[in-house]
Nanobody, 114 residues
């Protein structure tokens, strides 16, 4: 069973930065397009950023220019560098494939104070 483990969240002031990590078990990771998702308080889970297996990124408009997605296939790990954080970025952040067909992990909480 594939496992996804997110880490790196925390409490940060507006304007600050955090770097999230997503580590996947198994060798499937390097062949799949992966993505970060988030679920804010009282909101549905939304797609934030995606990265193809060959490294092409794309982002939701609200994070463009502030977030950077990357991956290290040798480590089965994906990252989300988040800069210039805003209170509206507060959410639990998850990783999964772009098809959302892996079991969801616990996520990592990001809280941005104003």
């Amino acid at each position: 069973q594939v496992q996804l483990v997110e880490s790196g969240g925390g409490l940060v002031q507006a304007g600050g930065s955090l770097r999230l990590s997503c580590t996947a078990s198994g060798s499937f990771f390097r062949f799949r397009s992966m993505a970060w998702y988030r679920q804010g308080p009282g909101k549905q889970r939304e797609w934030v950023a995606g990265l193809t297996s060959n490294g092409i990124p794309n982002y939701v408009d609200s994070v463009k220019g502030r977030f950077t997605i990357s991956r290290d296939n040798a480590k089965n790990t994906m990252y989300l560098q988040m800069n210039s954080l805003k209170p509206e970025d507060t959410a639990v952040y998850y990783c999964n494939t772009v098809q959302r067909d892996a079991e969801w992990g616990q996520g990592t909480q990001v809280t941005v104070s104003s």
